[in-house]
């Protein structure tokens, strides 16, 4: 019979030894702890601003490029509106980058990484201003509490002695933000419209972020690659880690998870940020500012939190 023939979803998916089988949320993950330690890796790189974000997105071209070539090979070009969208996402990803690392020389590794993670909010909205995607009840009620608490990790409200500019890199933290929400919504419509292409969209985002970080590096803080070997290695550990592990293990699930939840996840994308900024570079965060961090991950893990479904008892 037609009813004893259909699997049930989850069996299979536990069942299954196929790589397919990872479930989403677990590549979500994974991607986060990849980004996480990115900041670290610019303040260990000892360079400017408009060098780190240029030659974390040249070098990952140089990983990528092979890739999506074997992989266009494999399955043929993506299609002229999927290339569009990845060029777009690119364009937003590059002010993004830009944006992000003048922020950390503001206000720090871990609390840039905790401002840059506005997208908890702006994710979900442009995904439902733009695509319809409805929006938790939870998730509305959570935003007030969401936006107080990263008023808080911003350390506007007190004194940072960490923080050369502190009201500056605070809202170029959020500006960050925004842009890489943008980024986050339009690689989800790409992967949406052609789930065979994830390595060619990411390779595209990140020719077009090159282009941008590279115009807005040259302008602002200038571009230099007459750096120490150590700088080197840290900027290829930036790119391979930060650049290309992260965004193909986003690229692969999030097409798969509702907006809120991808956004949710990549909440552990500052909570490891603020823990690495602890450990790795000294940073000392004040109270207010870790209050803040924890309020943020509450409120969006109450925002997301999926209820209980009484039916399957």
């Known amino acids: 019979m037609a009813t004893s023939r259909t699997p049930k979803p989850p069996v299979v998916e536990r069942n299954s030894g196929s790589p397919v089988a990872v479930p989403p949320s677990a590549l979500v993950v994974a991607g986060a702890g990849c980004l996480s330690a990115s900041a670290v890796f610019v303040k260990l790189a000892e360079v400017n601003a408009g060098t780190a974000a240029f030659l974390r997105c040249a070098i990952a071209m140089a990983a990528l490029a092979p890739l999506a070539v074997r992989e266009c090979r494999r399955h043929g070009r993506p299609d002229r509106a999927v290339q569009c969208c990845a060029l777009a996402a690119g364009v937003f990803l590059g002010v993004d980058y830009a944006l992000w690392t003048a922020s950390i020389l503001g206000v720090g590794a871990a609390i840039a990484t905790v401002l840059n993670n506005v997208q908890v909010i702006a994710f979900p909205l442009l995904a439902r201003i733009f695509g319809g995607t409805p929006i938790a009840r939870r998730f509305l009620i959570a935003c007030p509490v969401m ?19 502190q009201l500056l890199g605070s809202a170029l933290g959020v500006a960050s933000g925004i842009a890489y929400a943008a980024y986050l919504h339009l690689s989800r419509l790409s992967g949406t419209r052609n789930p065979r292409h994830v390595v060619t969209p990411v390779c595209v985002a990140t020719g077009a972020a090159t282009a941008v970080t590279g115009i807005l590096g040259a302008a602002t803080t200038g571009i230099t690659a007459r750096l120490p070997a150590a700088s080197w290695g840290w900027l290829v550990a930036l790119a391979l880690l930060g650049q290309v592990a992260a965004w193909l293990l986003l690229a692969t699930a999030t097409p798969k998870l509702a907006p809120g939840t991808s956004a949710a996840l990549l909440l552990l994308h500052p909570v490891l940020a603020v823990a690495l900024g602890l450990l790795v570079l000294r940073e000392t965060p004040t109270t207010s500012q870790l209050v803040g961090c924890a309020v943020v991950i509450i409120a969006v893990w109450f925002a997301h939190r999926a209820p209980r479904d009484r039916r399957s008892g």
């Open 147 to 165: 936006l107080a608490g990263i008023a808080l990790a911003s350390g506007a409200l007190s004194e940072d002695p960490h923080a050369t500019h």
